[in-house]
């Protein structure tokens, strides 16, 4: 599709699901016009989050409600500036640009100000699925929610915008702005540096990144995984040691040898099991080593009370996405020591395939990336039919128990077992 008058809605197309069952067809809407600040970006890729799939199908409707439909999921984008307001001074037409979880905070609270928009005090906008709070991050027509990344255009602020580095693969860009900064944001807070001993729980499309960022901070990385077949991997992606999380005995070895436990796990889990591999004692500035949980389930409301509990001195913590700093940090930091994630382009008539691998638990720790730049190609030749999906995909229920029951029975195994003493 030709870009539309900036000055005007601009109608695109994009991949939406009419409800929970995630069947994936192409919609046409528009994104609003462009503002003074504003970047339009034609897209050529986006990555496929496991959030996307907690997301669209409503498992994260017992916390935050049930989502909006139709619904346009996707916060790993990567292409091209085509267009930029008036105002715009951080990006130029031509320039490679990317948009993660984030489209919009009001700037002016204590978190905004130190680059962390993603705890905005007076909430942040996500880059689908959600409501324009503060101004920035209009739809068209006004009112209505955000739509995300599975789509031809993205109009973002260029406050939001990440700037891609022109030697760093457009298609692996995306994954960066999720995967890599929700593993180096935790890293760079709890001060991973060289000869930190990092554990990085569950080995998909987190738990790779997670691996190459912390070796690349100079980390000793421990892989810790239920598939013992999952160590070659782990060897390859920069990791030292590798755990079977079901071997008694490598479990009783690692005991007491890490300073921060990273656990990437999207499901429910017993992740308690897990403290006992951390040092007890604490560093120089009463940070004690600590495992924080980072998959959507009902152990990341556990982790962010015992967080508030305690403070530094927690031994248990919870982590999201970062923040717009953190995020062209880790896109920086990847392009200088060329780290990519394990990575495959797939056309967006896929949509049902990918997430039937990501519901199964996602082995192969591959991110899946939507190839943008075909799907135009084939609006603009007027062949929509080739981007419909099979059908809806056949997906479990969902197991995050992440609802009332499920927290609340988390936070009482918190204090009933003195995990945060």
Same mark, same amino acid.
């Given at each position: 599709?030709?870009?539309?008058?900036?000055?005007e $809605?601009?109608?695109?197309?994009?991949?939406?699901?009419?409800?929970?069952?995630?069947?994936?067809k $192409?919609?046409?809407?528009?994104?609003?016009?462009?503002?003074?600040?504003?970047v339009?970006?034609?897209?050529?890729?986006?990555?496929?989050?496991?959030?996307?799939l907690?997301?669209?199908?409503?498992?994260?409707?017992g +916390?935050?409600?049930?989502?909006?439909?139709?619904?346009?999921?996707?916060?790993?984008l990567?292409?091209?500036? +085509?267009? +930029?307001?008036?105002?715009?001074?951080?990006?130029? *037409?031509?320039?490679?640009?990317?948009v993660?979880?984030?489209?919009?905070?009001c700037?002016?609270?204590?978190?905004?100000?130190?680059?962390?928009?993603?705890?905005?005090?007076?909430?942040?906008t996500?880059?689908?699925?959600?409501?324009?709070?503060?101004?920035?991050?209009?739809?068209?027509?006004?009112?209505?929610q955000?739509?995300?990344?599975?789509?031809?255009?993205?109009?973002?602020?260029?406050?939001?915008g990440?700037?891609i580095?022109?030697?760093? $693969?457009?298609?692996?860009?995306?994954?960066?702005?999720?995967?890599?900064v929700?593993?180096?944001?935790?890293?760079?807070?709890?001060?991973? @540096?060289?000869?930190s @001993?990092?554990g990085?729980?569950?080995?998909?499309?987190l738990?790779?990144?997670?691996?190459?960022?912390?070796?690349?901070?100079?980390?000793?990385?421990?892989?810790?995984?239920?598939?013992?077949?999952?160590?070659?991997?782990?060897?390859?992606?920069?990791?030292?040691?590798? *755990?079977?999380?079901?071997?008694k005995?490598?479990m009783?070895?690692?005991?007491?040898?890490?300073?921060?436990?990273?656990? #990437?796990?999207?499901?429910?889990?017993d992740y308690?099991?897990?403290?006992?591999?951390?040092?007890?004692?604490?560093?120089?500035?009463?940070?004690?080593?600590?495992? +924080?949980?980072?998959?959507?389930?009902?152990?990341?409301?556990?982790?962010? *009370?015992?967080?508030?509990?305690?403070? @530094?001195?927690?031994?248990?913590?919870?982590?999201?996405?970062g923040?717009?700093?953190? #995020?062209?940090e880790?896109m920086?930091l990847?392009?200088?020591?060329d780290?990519?994630?394990?990575?495959?382009?797939?056309?967006?008539?896929q949509?049902?395939?990918?997430?039937?691998?990501?519901?199964?638990?996602?082995?192969?720790?591959?991110?899946?990336v939507?190839?943008?730049?075909?799907?135009?190609?084939? *609006?603009?030749?007027?062949?929509?039919?080739s981007?419909? #999906?099979?059908?809806?995909?056949?997906?479990?229920?969902?197991?995050?128990?992440?609802?009332?029951?499920?927290?609340?029975g988390?936070?009482?195994?918190?204090?009933?077992?003195?995990?945060?003493?």
């Open positions: 599709m030709d870009v539309m008058n900036p000055k $809605p601009m109608e695109f197309v994009c991949m939406a699901c009419d409800d929970a069952r995630c069947h994936f $192409p919609l046409h809407a528009h994104r609003r016009p462009l503002g003074d600040r504003d339009l970006i034609t897209l050529k890729f986006c990555g496929v989050c496991h959030s996307d907690h997301n669209a199908g409503g498992h994260m409707a +916390v935050m409600g049930p989502p909006k439909y139709p619904f346009v999921p996707g916060h790993e990567a292409g091209i500036v +085509v267009a +930029v307001g008036s105002a715009v001074t951080m990006f130029s *037409v031509g320039d490679r640009a990317g993660g979880c984030i489209v919009d905070s700037l002016k609270c204590v978190k905004c100000e130190a680059g962390e928009e993603q705890m905005c005090v007076n909430k942040m996500g880059t689908y699925g959600s409501d324009d709070k503060h101004g920035r991050a209009a739809t068209w027509p006004p009112g209505g955000t739509l995300g990344g599975y789509a031809t255009f993205h109009v973002v602020d260029e406050r939001f990440v700037k580095p022109a030697t760093y $693969p457009l298609e692996a860009a995306g994954p960066v702005m999720c995967a890599g929700t593993m180096y944001d935790p890293m760079k807070r709890y001060g991973v @540096k060289r000869g @001993k990092v990085i729980v569950g080995l998909g499309g738990g790779v990144m997670g691996a190459k960022i912390a070796r690349a901070l100079g980390a000793e990385v421990t892989v810790i995984s239920r598939s013992a077949t999952k160590e070659t991997l782990a060897l390859r992606c920069g990791a030292t040691n590798f *755990v079977c999380s079901e071997d005995e490598d009783r070895r690692a005991r007491g040898t890490l300073d921060l436990i990273l656990n #990437t796990v999207p499901i429910a889990h308690f099991r897990f403290q006992k591999l951390l040092k007890h004692s604490g560093g120089e500035d009463g940070q004690r080593a600590k495992q +924080v949980i980072l998959g959507l389930h009902s152990g990341l409301a556990t982790g962010m *009370v015992a967080l508030g509990l305690k403070g @530094k001195k927690t031994p248990l913590a919870a982590s999201g996405i923040g717009i700093r953190a #995020t062209q880790v920086d990847c392009a200088a020591h780290i990519v994630p394990e990575y495959r382009v797939v056309p967006v008539s949509l049902t395939e990918i997430y039937e691998e990501l519901d199964s638990g996602n082995d192969s720790g591959i991110r899946y939507l190839d943008i730049a075909s799907m135009a190609q084939a *609006v603009k030749e007027g062949n929509e039919e981007l419909c #999906t099979s059908g809806p995909p056949q997906l479990s229920p969902s197991r995050s128990s992440l609802n009332g029951q499920g927290i609340i988390e936070i009482a195994k918190l204090f009933c077992c003195c995990y945060i003493c």
